[in-house]
Each structure stands twice: as structure tokens, then as C-alpha cells.
């Protein structure tokens, strides 16, 4: 089977930094990439890991331990609009993309 | 660059009703997906055409649920007829298309189009 587990819902303070966890159990595995998407929007790409270690872009990095199965996205600087759901997502044997549940993020003033 | 397109933007349909959702992709990406995203879920694959061919079907419940992509540009995608659990948010997406490669290709998405079936 194929699963992808995440934290449903993260409360931070603004300008505060959050992590959000991801493991996962997948049919093959190519990478981890990371999507935000806000309310009633559309999913936007935030990130791709393809091999351990750790990607950094602007506020965002993302981790990934492939021996643990294991991912996190990283938001530093957390502003009220990074107020999002978050979806870790799997690319598989086929790639084909493996969304997670999401996690929802409510930034607080 | 312009963006995924679709629509409608919103449906209310009664259930053994069909309906059709449209989709432009971005100008010269080969690969189009269909996603469906029930509420408090991910998105969930229905099918991928690259150009105007069925890569993966494999999700996509075809008793009701059909897709083309004539022309390897626009899609639709028709549900007949609905039922109450195809509730949902209808997100296309398209990528440039270089499938079985290894290489990532970033997944771009639509507003999508939000299905209430009554």
C-alpha cells in the first residue's frame, strides 16, 4: 500500500519558525516535493528532494532522510500569509505524484 | 506566462446528472493531469495524458468518469452520471513532459473547479 502521513494542523506565532513532517510509504520512491496551497487556491510548488540532505529556498528548506522514509518542510520568518495547507507529495516507481492529507498552518499576530 | 485554465470555476449538479469540466494548459507543456481533491484530502491522480495519449488511467473510475485530450492541448473531463461522493474540487494540472526520464518536472496547477453534487 501506499501511505504518506503528516500532522493535520500546525498553529505558529508570526515570525516564528515551523517544521512539518512527512513520512511515507510508497510503491518505489524517485523524490519528495512540497506544495502550498491556500484556501480555495490552487496547489503551487515549493520545493523537490531527490536525494538526502537539504534544500534551501528563500524562507523554505526541505529535508530529506531516505533511509527513514522521512521528509520535513522547514518555514522560517513565518508571515500571516503562509497561512496555507501544506502537502507533502510522493513521486513514485511510475512517477506519478503521491499526495499526502496535508497540513493545515494557521499563522498567529 | 498564463496559467492553467479551467472551468467552470464552480458546479451544483443533482446526482445522475453529467457534467464536464475543461482544461488549457500551459502553452507548450506536453503532460496533463487530472486530479480530484475531496475536501480535507490531497489530491488524488484520476489520469495523465502525454500529448494526446493515456499514460495512466489506473485511478480514474471509467463506469462514470471519462477524459480525452484531442489535439494534445485542451482536455475534458466528464463525469455520467455523478453521484453524491464525486463532491469534490477538480484540479488540472500540466507539466513540460519528459516522462521516464528521472527528471523532476514541476507540476503546475489550476484554480480548479469545485463540485457539489446534491
Known amino acids: 500500500g501506499q501511505s504518506l502521513e503528516q500532522p493535520s494542523e500546525v498553529t505558529a506565532v508570526e515570525g516564528a519558525i515551523v517544521q512539518i513532517n512527512c513520512t511515507y510509504q510508497?510503491?518505489?520512491?524517485?523524490?519528495l516535493s512540497w506544495y502550498q496551497q491556500h484556501d480555495g487556491g490552487a496547489p503551487t510548488f515549493l520545493s523537490y528532494?531527490?536525494?538526502?540532505g537539504l534544500e534551501e529556498t528563500g524562507r523554505f528548506s526541505s529535508f530529506l532522510s531516505r533511509s527513514d522514509s522521512y521528509g520535513y518542510l522547514l518555514l522560517q520568518e513565518l508571515q500571516m500569509k503562509d497561512s496555507a495547507s501544506y502537502f507533502c507529495?510522493?513521486?513514485?516507481?511510475?512517477?506519478?505524484?503521491?499526495f499526502g492529507s496535508g497540513t493545515r498552518l494557521l499563522v498567529r499576530p | 506566462e498564463a496559467g492553467v485554465a479551467q472551468s467552470p470555476r464552480y458546479k451544483i449538479i443533482e446526482k445522475r446528472q453529467s457534467v464536464a469540466f475543461w482544461c488549457n494548459p500551459i502553452?507548450?507543456?506536453?503532460?496533463l493531469y487530472w486530479y480530484q481533491q475531496i475536501l480535507g484530502q490531497g489530491p488524488k491522480l484520476l489520469i495523465q495524458?502525454?500529448?494526446?495519449?493515456?499514460?495512466?488511467d489506473s485511478q480514474l473510475p471509467k463506469d462514470r468518469f471519462s477524459a480525452e485530450r484531442l489535439k494534445g492541448v485542451d482536455s475534458t473531463l466528464k463525469i455520467q452520471p455523478a453521484k453524491l461522493e464525486d463532491s469534490a474540487v477538480y484540479l488540472c494540472?500540466?507539466?513540460?513532459?519528459?516522462?521516464?526520464?528521472?527528471?523532476?518536472?514541476?507540476?503546475?496547477f489550476g484554480p480548479g473547479t469545485r463540485l457539489l453534487v446534491l
Open positions: 494540472a500540466s507539466s513540460l513532459g519528459k516522462p521516464g526520464t528521472g527528471l523532476w518536472e514541476t507540476q503546475y
Open positions: 510508497t510503491s518505489g520512491f524517485y523524490g
Open positions: 528532494n531527490g536525494l538526502d
Open positions: 507529495a510522493v513521486e513514485d516507481s511510475s512517477y506519478k505524484l503521491i
Open positions: 502553452s507548450g507543456h506536453a503532460t
Open positions: 495524458f502525454q500529448n494526446n495519449g493515456v499514460v495512466d
